[in-house]
């Protein structure tokens, strides 16, 4: 039986939207943060240095924590390293994507056999 996260919807406001995910991590949650519009541009070229020019600026990255500290190197969102032991130690999987930028931090999926096997 595959159980299903309880999904935790946060708008990005810095040190409190980073304690708000970490409790929700405590508790396994799924965590979706809705990031500022005004940082599509710098996350594109943070996660795709190489771009050239003109290049269609959507971002769809996956991957463990250590994203986590990718992004948190753009100008205001530092506060995301914060989540990267979390992260780490709950064995979460990392998800972001703009246009509408959108960090997700997922669980591993925890299963386990009915009570009646």
């Not at 708008?11 to 708000?20: I, K, R, S, Y």
């Not at 996660?47 to 600026?57: D, F, Y």
């Not at 994203?67 to 780490?88: D, I, N, T």
Request: proline letters at 10%.
């Amino acid at each position: 039986m595959v159980h299903d996260a309880e999904i935790i919807t946060l708008l990005w406001e810095g040190a409190t939207t980073v304690d708000a995910a970490r409790g929700a991590m405590a508790r396994g949650s799924r965590v979706e943060i809705t990031l500022p519009q005004g940082v599509h541009h710098a996350l594109f070229r943070c996660l795709n240095p190489k771009a050239p020019p003109g290049a269609p600026e959507s971002v769809d990255a996956h991957g463990g924590p250590e994203l986590l500290q990718r992004v948190a190197a753009v100008a205001g969102l530092e506060e995301l390293v914060r989540l990267e032991w979390p992260s780490r130690r709950s064995h979460y999987q990392i998800e972001l994507s703009s246009p509408d930028p959108l960090l997700v931090l997922m669980p591993p999926r925890s299963t386990s056999l009915p009570k009646d096997a």
